[in-house]
T-cell receptor
């Protein structure tokens, strides 16, 4: 049962344009969401997070949007740079679970073309 | 500051053998997490250790086990290896919890032949 889904395995974008990565979840108890970036031969790196009390969080070129009614979140990268080429994972969890674990999606490979 | 370090980088084992993977967390981090990334799948939660205790485990059979040492380093043991155990095993550490974002190591690539 895949509770966090990233339905696009890959995405190709021109340098300077916007990259939009999407993520859907099924568990309505999730109240905290994170995005990680992973380069080959490296571990995932934390990028940005959002709590369910917000619908938007920004950090520089990266913005995460949360639509709780649709159980959907997206990561916007503006402007996209070749160095952003990596696999992006969304992850979800909930404070009340006391499990301290993250549920990850399967990832989206972003390729930013120069 | 040194990051999360994992060893070995690559490990090749025969079906039925045991594998031991090691992880050193960031200094000051007391929680260690283990995740498995099999081909085509997202990261699957395996184990969470905090202050030397196993706090939670994912939906994996008992042949996946581990421990955390007094210096907060950790090892993951996989007994009676099966071909489908071939995966990237990632260790992460945190000082508080997931809301600060884990810091991951580069992983151990386990291949079972």
């Amino acid at each position: 049962d895949q509770q966090v889904k990233q339905n696009s395995p890959s995405l190709s974008v021109q340098e300077g344009r916007i990259s939009i990565l999407n993520c859907d979840y099924t568990n309505s108890m999730f109240d905290y969401f994170l995005w990680y970036k992973k380069y080959p031969a490296e571990g995932p790196t934390f990028l940005i997070s959002i709590s369910s009390i917000k619908d938007k969080n920004e950090d520089g070129r990266f913005t995460v949007f949360l639509n709780k009614s649709a159980k959907h979140l997206s990561l916007h990268i503006v402007p996209s740079q070749p160095g952003d080429s990596a696999v992006y994972f969304c992850a979800a969890s909930y404070y009340g679970g006391a499990t301290n674990k993250l549920i990850f999606g399967t990832g989206t490979l972003l390729a930013v073309q120069p | 500051e040194a990051g999360v370090t994992q060893s070995p980088t690559h490990l090749i084992k025969t079906r039925g053998q045991q594998a031991t993977l090691r992880c050193s967390p960031i200094s000051g981090h007391t929680s260690v997490y283990w995740y498995q990334q099999a081909l085509g799948l997202g990261l699957q939660f395996l184990l969470w250790y905090d202050e030397g205790e196993e706090r939670n485990r994912g939906n994996f059979p008992p042949r996946f086990s581990g421990r955390q040492f007094p210096n907060y380093s950790s090892e993951l043991n996989v007994n009676a290896l099966e071909l489908e155990d071939s995966a990237l095993y990632l260790c992460a550490s945190s000082k508080t919890g997931f809301w600060d974002g884990y810091t991951f190591g580069s992983g151990t690539r386990l291949t079972v032949v």
